[in-house]
């Protein structure tokens, strides 16, 4: 196990609504990226947080946003939800300069209907 | 810009053979790392094995070793004798080194090899 944990599992949303995802990082590590992974792809970068601020983002509009705590956890917020947006997705926990390792959760599976 | 590619979309294997999968990747980087992970259908991304740029020797782990050819821009993954749990999507990824306020750190994916382990 990797000690990365993401909340809720599933989840069902309407067209339009908010959706806020959670992501606890694995102890040691201050850095938190998200991906978004559409169906038969790999994921995409969403965008990075480091220390709690933004640090990089991915091809994704505004409304992709998040946040990351003095614990080091993380929110993902999709605001103005699209069909488009159903997809995996996934955080990844790792250490600013080891770049060796980087270990995702299990995943938030988001049907937008 | 930095890219990977995964040019097998399906890949058949029999149990206990050995099987590769292939990776190139390109980036005008001289440090960067290499990773592939496996993702079950439970949806997970399991980190399997890691290769640094600056790394002389292949990185092994377990039944798995990375076939690291720099000049080629390649980056295989070898699996040694292969199980039924083995079957799954296996992902090459690559990553910059960690900059602040430039992406770095960010893992470039490419679309996967699914493998399937016949008994």
């Known amino acids: 196990e990797t000690g990365v944990t993401q909340s809720p599992t599933h989840l069902i949303k309407t067209r339009g609504q908010q959706v806020t995802l959670r992501c606890s990082s694995q102890s040691g590590h201050n850095t938190v990226s998200w991906y978004q992974q559409a169906l038969g792809q790999g994921p995409q970068f969403i965008f990075q947080?480091?220390?709690?601020?933004?640090?990089g983002r991915g091809n994704f509009p505004p409304r992709f946003s998040g946040l990351q705590f003095p614990n080091y956890s993380s929110e993902l917020n999709v605001n103005a939800l699209e069909l488009d947006d159903s997809a995996l997705y996934l955080c990844?926990?790792?250490?600013?300069?080891?770049?060796?390792?980087?270990?995702f959760g299990q995943g938030t599976r988001l049907t937008v209907v | 810009a930095q890219k990977i590619t995964q040019t097998q979309p399906g890949m058949f294997v029999q149990e206990k053979e050995a099987v590769t999968l292939d990776c190139t990747y390109d980036t005008s980087d001289q440090s960067y790392g290499l990773f592939w992970y496996k993702q079950p259908s439970s949806g997970e991304m399991i980190f399997l094995i890691y290769q640094g740029s600056y790394d002389e020797q292949n990185a092994t782990e377990g039944r798995y070793s990375l076939n690291f050819q720099k000049a080629r821009k390649s980056a295989n993954l070898v699996i040694s004798a292969s199980q039924l749990g083995d079957s799954a999507m296996y992902f090459c990824?690559?990553?910059?080194?960690?900059?602040?306020?430039?992406?770095?750190?960010?893992?470039?994916f490419g679309q996967g090899t699914e493998l399937s382990v016949k008994p």
């Open positions: 990844a926990s790792s250490y600013e300069t080891l770049n060796t390792e980087a270990f």
């Open positions: 990824a690559m990553r910059e080194p960690f900059l602040l306020y430039n992406q770095g750190g960010k893992l470039i």
């Open positions: 947080y480091y220390r709690e601020e933004e640090n």
